[in-house]
């Protein structure tokens, strides 16, 4: 009998936001996200209630990808999120919240979806103009010439995260080891197009995180009976490298779609093996002094090579391929017959090192692209944290070479956007009703909902209570210590708006980011001088954010545009 | 178990599938989510998509998905009309005969009678609607409606060339129903871009559609986590893999593809090899070594640069191609392979098995060969030199999730699939009723008809020729068209002339008109060769050879004079004229002209409403009338939703008397949209959809049978059992 089994219906559901259930698991959504972002974001503890690992946690990448949301609607949200982080690193947390706002604000004004989302893409387009423009008061182009800038970028983002239990010194170091590790991987003279090279991050658990450092070359991770075999390395000039992809083990390899009849007394282990020998012959004739091989390398072969001073590293896997003939110079053998001389690659020096208990090989290039960094942390979650937040950094600076701009950090261009687009569309709102045949009330309203929904990702950052206002010049954020006395004076209770560019000293007034307020033009164009003088600025990755703002709204827009969910059971 | 009723419950069904697909259609509609049991999530706008994924349980829904996937087989286009144009005539039908069973059937009729007596007239009501499908709307949109027919291609010059600001508002309202709201202008911008840079002459553009058609998958890279503006076109052929070697090189650089291991194998299948020593190991290994390597200086010197492989290369290839500077791509799809050998004219490069010298082998030049990184991902990017009218160029789909770049995907597939539809003539069969009373009677039906003369051509040919004519009837009904020529014998007709009825489904037919004279009978007829690349029927026409004489021999006129226009593609209807008054039928093959479109929002609708009600006044029947009728309602379905959310003066009342008078008064119509629409695509909906409505009709009683689907065999033996 045939196992046909007929599929049950699909389940249809109409206006999927309107309903109760819906609304709860997305509230319940945006408070997990919103009390993660921020340096002073509350930690998440992830734990299987299966067993296995626990994690904590307040970065975007780990959280979403652990969660399981079972709605459909809220799995295109975290899909859509994911997707985001896998491309720039940065900037989940942020488009995640000021997704979940948009729909929930935009949800409670209660207008047409086709209005809405005409609006929101107006505003949008509004948004991402005036950041690309040259007059944009939120960015700042970088200047390549000092590393102040790209230190303060690597800075907030560390620092933004939390859960890598850093303190201030430890922040400190680890920011200039990843701008370090960065420039390492800038080739020193380039023709027309730049080519990075590649950061590898070393793990080394239990370690101080002022243990960290960074190497140039690549550190072969070596066991301590391996240790022992290799000889003293005897000094010379250069280290000739024969690097395999092709298996030296012996086995005899695949012999084709037909039949292979052995005599018997024939052995082909014994001729491959041979073989193997008569490949290390060639090699010590050839002088190499280091073999690496992608796979594994026979015992005997080994045996043959170490009586002649060779030292032979095997299993070091694909991922290390592509820097391994970048630090040599070669491309790896895949034969083992006849080598051409000009398939072998050279190290400019060889030593052995101890970092920790760990014994390391280290390859020092010529002249590569390729760096270590050894990365320390107390345990094995810190750990982790501290290697995503790396790579998000290590990142980041890649899209700011591309796209050389960073825009101010801490909220500041958040609340100086809604500021700058309440103003726009208070003053010249023809452009958009033009076009679209919405009313001015509608668009108002909408304007309202998409402004607070920034400003309230802007809010998200305080967590502890305290007050959160907005000044009347800048348009930046603020935030204030809390259970502050009274509304008499600010300039004391506030210090710096949370970019870190401007004191409370100056002749401002202030207005609580909740409270309705007239609108204003913020002060666009950034002065040149109060960029340079303020050293230590929070600051956002530009490509990263700009392409937040942009998906999350798209998704928002997406979302809000659903009239019907067909949930397949089978 | 049995549901009486097949129309009531139909109705029913389609209410509720109309409801569903209401919401997504036109320019306003909205969006639906579609999950899978993999957990996959889907948007789409789409509704055989939407359809597909309810699976529906009830046997009626199922055949109506049926019918319009199989619609959307052929058109690719018009799930979401088809549903509310059925649902509409439904309701119609529903409303109509209500009232007749009120005024007609008695009540101490009993019920079962009744049942009975409602399927009669169900199927009364479906060979009307068949009648009126074959006869009535070719009629009508031949003669009436063709004459506000606006064409895509430009007039101005005699090629036809297409134009590509109508090209861009018939991809504009296309997309209108396919994607989201926000996406819709950049969508086919990003489409009319892709195609005109595609196109490397005017002409070339039907292997354009074909060839993007065909091969849409491997012409598409799809990016997750972008904003959807980030879609943009690259020239060149992106492949969805990595190299395994990548060798830069610029300037001439020669490509080649294998479809096997370059590196011989130890044994073939099917062979043995024995191994006798040690030493003869070595040699064959040493031996498949230098053969390798052979090989790759061959190559080499050939100034091959880049290597394209179907299948996986051992490392002793890659290694070679590194050291002579060939790029290796490796696992290609058979898909990926076919698309870069039609672009380039290239045949795979067969391995030398036996000598060792090697002829020069099938290269190809290339632009460029580099990586293309999208998202950390890594691409093979390829700047083939397309040799056909094709010129490679790749779309780059961004969007925040999968499933909207999914949708994007289906929608341009979708988009080429209409076009391809559309460049198509499209032939209309129908019978002209002449205004002589005497023999405007009885309508025949003369479907599928076909005349073929094999002749030579003997242009005003007096003499007499031996007469090879065949009429072939399709479907064996020989029969009727012989008892068809001696009922106009009997009524003296001075005329007859029998039509050429080409299927629909024929594309490419080429005419060849044949005069030929006939002294004794002084007979001149006109017949049409028309030579058809299907086998099928020419060899139908070799079976009824035999029967074809003695009905020309029946065939008799005085004085017939035919006048001939002959157009090519029947971009001109063909017409015969008598000069006789006393004609009764002309029967009319014209066709709708590829290219041929009508302005957005609901025009073609509101055309054939006007043109059926006129239609329907002049009727004498009362099935034709009411049918008509009824048709012409529905069709007015469509617009109502369009214009559903607007108000004031664009509200459906509005529009509908503004366009009505328009037509009465010859203005043209005006419409609230900008944006066009295939006509061929509507009319192709229009008669899938009454045919679906007539299989629906037909259908008396539905039989739930609650057991394991048999094999036919079983059933047949348990039945006689």
């Known amino acids: 009998m045939s196992r046909l089994e007929a599929k049950k219906p699909s389940f249809c559901k109409s206006e999927p936001l309107t309903s109760e259930r819906v609304r709860a698991t997305l509230c319940v959504l945006k408070g997990i996200l919103t009390s993660s972002y921020g340096p002073s974001g509350r930690l998440k503890q992830l734990h299987n209630g299966l067993g296995g690992y626990v994690c904590t946690t307040s970065q975007s990448s780990a959280l979403l990808a652990n969660l399981s949301v079972t709605h459909p609607i809220l799995k295109i949200l975290t899909t859509s999120m994911q997707n985001h982080v896998s491309c720039f690193s940065d900037c989940g947390l942020f488009t995640a919240i000021l997704c979940c706002n948009l729909i929930e604000n935009v949800q409670r004004i209660g207008l047409m979806p086709t209005t809405i989302i005409k609006l929101n893409k107006h505003l949008l387009s509004l948004c991402t103009s005036y950041l690309q423009s040259e007059f944009c008061g939120c ?58 090279g590649k950061s590898i991050i070393v793990p080394l658990k239990g370690q101080r995180v002022t243990d960290s450092t960074v190497l140039p070359g690549i550190l072969l991770e070596i066991s301590e009976v391996q240790l022992m075999k290799i000889l003293p390395i005897k000094k010379s000039d250069t280290f000739k490298v024969a690097l395999f992809c092709a298996s030296l083990s012996g086995d005899v390899s695949d012999t084709g779609e037909g039949t292979v009849v052995v005599s018997s ?67 790896p053998i895949g034969s083992l017959g ?29 002249e590569a692209t390729i760096c270590s960094l050894l990365l320390c942390n107390r345990n094995d979650t810190a750990w982790d944290e501290l290697k995503l937040t790396c790579q998000t950094a290590l990142h980041v600076l890649q899209l700011t070479i591309k796209e050389p701009s960073v825009l101010l950090g801490g909220g500041c261009t958040e609340t100086h956007l809604a500021a700058y687009i309440r103003h726009k569309i208070c003053n010249e709102p023809e452009s958009i009703l033009q076009d679209d045949g919405c009313t001015q009330t509608e668009l108002q309203l909408l304007t309202e909902a998409f402004c607070s929904a920034l400003e309230s990702v802007a809010g998200s950052l305080e967590h502890d209570g305290g007050e959160i206002l907005t000044d009347m010049k800048y348009g930046h954020f603020w935030s204030a210590q809390p259970e502050s006395p009274s509304v008499v004076d600010w300039p004391d209770l506030l210090s710096r708006c949370g970019c870190g560019l401007y004191t409370s000293q100056e002749e401002l007034h202030w207005s609580f980011l909740k409270s309705t307020r007239h609108p204003f033009a913020p002060q666009t164009c950034l002065p040149h001088e109060a960029v340079g003088s303020a050293n230590n600025l929070t600051l956002d990755c530009f490509t990263a954010k700009l392409s937040g703002l942009q998906v999350a709204v798209e998704t928002a827009n997406l979302i809000l545009d659903l009239s019907y969910i067909i949930e397949d059971k089978n | 178990m049995a549901a009486a009723g097949s ?84 309701r119609g039908l529903h409303a109509v005969t209500d009232k007749e069973q009120d005024s007609l059937i008695s009540k101490n009729i009993q019920t079962h009678r009744r049942h009975w007596k409602n399927c009669c007239q169900w199927k009364f009501i479906s060979q009307a609607l068949l009648k009126f499908q074959t006869q009535v709307l070719d009629y009508i949109m031949g003669h009436y409606l063709s004459k506000h027919f606006l064409s895509i291609f430009s007039l101005s010059t005699k ?317 064996g009904k020989l029969a009727t068209t012989q008892t068809y020529l001696k009922v106009y014998s009997n009524f003296v007709v001075p005329s007859i002339e029998l039509e050429t009825h080409i299927p629909r489904s024929v594309q490419k037919v080429t005419p060849t008109d044949t005069y030929q004279a006939d002294e004794t009978l002084r007979y001149l007829s006109l017949a049409k060769t028309r030579i058809v690349d299907d086998s099928e029927p020419l060899m139908e026409s070799n079976s009824a050879n035999s029967t074809t004489e003695n009905t020309r021999i029946e065939i008799s006129d005085e004085n017939l004079q035919v006048t001939e226009i002959a157009g090519r593609g029947s971009m001109l209807p063909v017409r015969e004229k008598s000069l006789e008054m006393c004609t009764s039928h002309g029967y009319c093959f014209s066709s709708i002209p590829a290219g041929c479109v009508l302005p957005v929002g609901g025009n073609f ?46 509200s459906f009342p509005q529009i509908y008397v503004r366009t009505l008078h328009a037509i009465q008064t010859h203005q043209p119509m005006v419409s609230s949209q900008t944006g066009l629409e295939s006509v061929a695509s509507k009319y192709q909906l229009l008669t899938s959809v009454l045919q679906c409505l007539t299989k629906i009709l037909t259908i008396d009683l539905v039989i739930n049978i609650k057991r394991q689907p048999q094999e036919v065999y079983d059933q047949d033996s348990e039945e006689e059992v």
């Open chain 1, 265 to 331: 007394g024939v052995s082909l282990e014994n001729a491959v093996l041979d073989q193997l020998l008569s490949l290390g012959r060639q090699l010590v004739s050839d002088h190499i002094d280091l073999l690496i091989c992608q796979k594994v390398v026979h015992p005997s072969l080994k045996q043959f090579l170490s009586m002649h001073r060779m030292i032979a590293i095997d299993r070091v896997g694909a991922a290390l391929m592509e820097p391994l003939s970048k630090v040599t110079g070669t491309q």
């Open chain 2, 605 to 650: 609708e509101f055309l054939l409403h006007y043109y059926l009600l006129n239609y329907a006044k002049k009727c004498h029947q009362s099935e034709e009338t009411m049918v008509s009728v009824i048709i012409a309602n529905a069709l007015l379905g469509i617009p109502k939703i369009l214009y559903k959310p607007k108000k004031g003066n664009y």
């Open chain 1, 338 to 366: 006849s080598i051409s001389p000009s398939s072998y690659g050279s190290v400019k020096d060889l030593c052995t090192e101890k970092f920790g208990f760990k014994h390391f090989l280290h390859l020092i290039p010529n």
């Open chain 2, 159 to 475: 090629e036809r060339t297409l134009c590509r600001s109508s090209l861009e508002l018939l991809l504009e309202a296309y997309f209108c129903g396919r994607v989201g709201r926000n996406n819709q202008n950049f969508i086919s911008q990003l489409m009319c871009d892709y195609f005109f840079k595609c196109m490397a002459c005017e002409s070339g553009y039907e292997e354009v559609f074909e060839l993007v058609d065909d091969y849409f998958i491997e012409l598409n890279v799809g990016v997750t986590g972008l904003p959807v503006s980030d879609s943009r076109i690259i020239a060149g052929l992106v492949l969805h893999r990595d190299f395994s070697v990548y060798c830069p090189a610029d300037g001439d650089i020669r490509i080649v593809i294998v479809t096997e291991t370059i590196q011989p194998p130890f044994s073939t299948s099917g062979s043995e090899f024995i191994l006798n020593s040690e030493a003869q190991f070595r040699t064959s290994q040493f031996w498949i070594m230098e053969r390798t390597k052979a090989i790759m200086k061959h190559l080499q010197s050939q100034n091959v640069k880049l290597l394209l492989s179907s299948v996986k290369q051992p490392d002793l290839v890659i290694y070679y191609a590194g050291l002579n500077g060939i790029s290796v791509v490796e696992c290609l799809s058979s898909e990926e392979v076919s698309l870069i050998q039609r672009v380039v004219g290239l045949s795979p490069f067969v391995l030398p098995h036996t000598s060792s010298r090697y002829e020069i082998c099938n290269t190809a030049l290339m632009n460029f060969c580099k990586p293309l990184i999208l998202r950390s991902k890594r691409y093979v990017h390829l700047g083939l030199i397309g040799t056909c009218s094709f010129i490679p160029h790749c779309i780059v789909l961004c969007a925040p999730v999968q499933g909207l770049v999914e949708q994007h995907k289906s929608a341009l597939h979708g988009a080429f699939k209409m076009l391809r539809q559309l460049f198509k003539d499209l032939d209309l069969n129908y019978m002209i009723q002449a205004s002589d009373q005497n023999y405007a009677s009885s309508p025949l039906t003369y479907k599928n008809s076909r005349e073929s003369t094999p002749l030579p051509e003997i242009v005003n040919g007096s003499r007499q020729s031996p007469y090879q004519g065949t009429v072939v009837k399709n479907k």
């Open chain 1, 139 to 196: 960015r700042i182009l970088v200047d390549f010439s000092s590393t102040q800038t790209l230190l303060c970028l690597v800075r907030s983002i560390v620092t933004s995260k939390p859960a890598c239990m850093l303190t201030r010194q430890e922040i400190d170091h680890i920011s200039a080891l990843i701008l370090r590790a960065f420039l390492l991987t800038i080739p020193e003279n380039t023709k027309d197009c730049l080519i990075l």
């Open chain 2, 7 to 90: 129309a009531k419950v139909a109705l029913r069904v389609a209410e509720v599938l109309e409801t569903i697909v209401s919401c997504c259609v036109g320019p306003e509609g909205r969006q639906v989510l579609c999950t899978k049991p993999t957990g996959e999530v889907l948007i789409s706008r789409d509704g055989g998509c939407l359809l597909e994924a309810l699976h529906l349980e009830h046997p009626i829904a199922r055949m109506m998905v049926a019918c319009v996937s199989s619609h959307l087989r052929k058109t690719g286009d018009g799930a979401k009309t088809f549903i509310i144009f059925l649902c509409h005539l439904l």
